[in-house]
């Protein structure tokens, strides 16, 4: 920011909304909430859910505590807005029981937050609802570690990266790059010779889709692994995520790093610089 803009800037504190999709309701906030306070920005975090959907794995309690409907923040502007990934990846977009109340969140967004990021299966719902791409089953779970390839080492949202940064995922669904090159009004800024599409992003930055778990703490796949080891039911071992790829041995931390970054950048450059003082001017 040069000092010019910098002399005018009226700083107040940014509203950040969550909308958690995920089951375990408290991991995922805490992910976010650890790697989004990494930035020197003060955030008002707000947690966001759908009313068309009860939580099983969350006390009552705390979503009471710290949870609001959409339908009762809608009439809010969020300076930042986070979609986080949900676990309805073998169900058609149209079969998901809140798919209405999500879609109406979706264009809620794009007037009442001036940047929006979208999580995993979020990334690939949101992609689907504006911009009629296509999700595709895989014939195994794309799990573990890979390293992305950026695009576009100019963009905001990759200052201070390296050529290279690792992202966790954990899916079983992918878009593919042939549909995101077709449609002119996306930009294809990341990805991975492994797990193919890495991010997306449209509308200058307005609505950018992550199609892993930047967000992700050292021992979320860990978890995962032995959950379903547990129940019996088939899984790979994450790739490229245990030492010398031993389940036995503790997981490799390799994207923490690139991964604060990129919440930091987000917040600063597509949020921060980007939003009005006040909030009523965003549309």
């Not at 339908?71 to 502007?77: A, G």
């Amino acid at each position: 920011m040069g000092n010019s803009r910098a002399e005018h800037q009226d700083i107040r504190p940014l509203r950040i909304a969550i909308l958690n999709l995920m089951p375990l309701k408290i991991t995922t906030e805490t992910d976010l909430i650890r790697i989004l306070s990494n930035s020197p920005l003060q955030l008002e975090i707000h947690l966001m859910k759908v009313k068309a959907h009860t939580s099983k794995n969350t006390p009552v309690e705390h979503m009471r505590a710290f949870y609001r409907d959409f339908e009762v923040m809608k009439s809010e502007k969020f300076d930042g807005f986070i979609i986080t990934g949900a676990p309805l990846e073998h169900l058609d977009f149209e079969q998901v029981n809140y798919w209405n109340e999500i879609k109406e969140i979706f264009d809620w967004s794009r007037t009442n937050v001036t940047s929006t990021l979208y999580i995993c299966w979020a990334a690939q719902a949101g992609l689907y609802h504006h911009y009629g791409i296509p999700k595709y089953p895989l014939d195994s779970k794309m799990f573990g570690i890979f390293p992305q390839k950026i695009l576009d080492p100019a963009l905001p949202i990759f200052r201070g990266f390296d050529d290279q940064f690792n992202m966790p995922h954990s899916r079983h669904t992918e878009v593919r790059r042939v549909d995101i090159q077709a449609n002119p009004a996306l930009t294809l800024i990341a990805e991975s010779r492994e797990s193919g599409v890495g991010m997306v992003m449209a509308r200058g930055g307005r609505e950018i889709f992550i199609t892993g778990h930047s967000e992700y703490s050292p021992l979320t796949l860990d978890t995962e692994y032995h959950r379903d080891l547990d129940k019996g039911l088939p899984i790979n071992k994450p790739l490229h995520y245990y030492e010398d790829d031993d389940p036995r041995r503790p997981p490799m931390v390799t994207w923490r790093g690139h991964g604060t970054l990129l919440f930091t950048n987000w917040l600063n450059y597509y949020v921060y610089q980007e939003t009005p003082y006040n909030l009523e001017d965003i549309h």
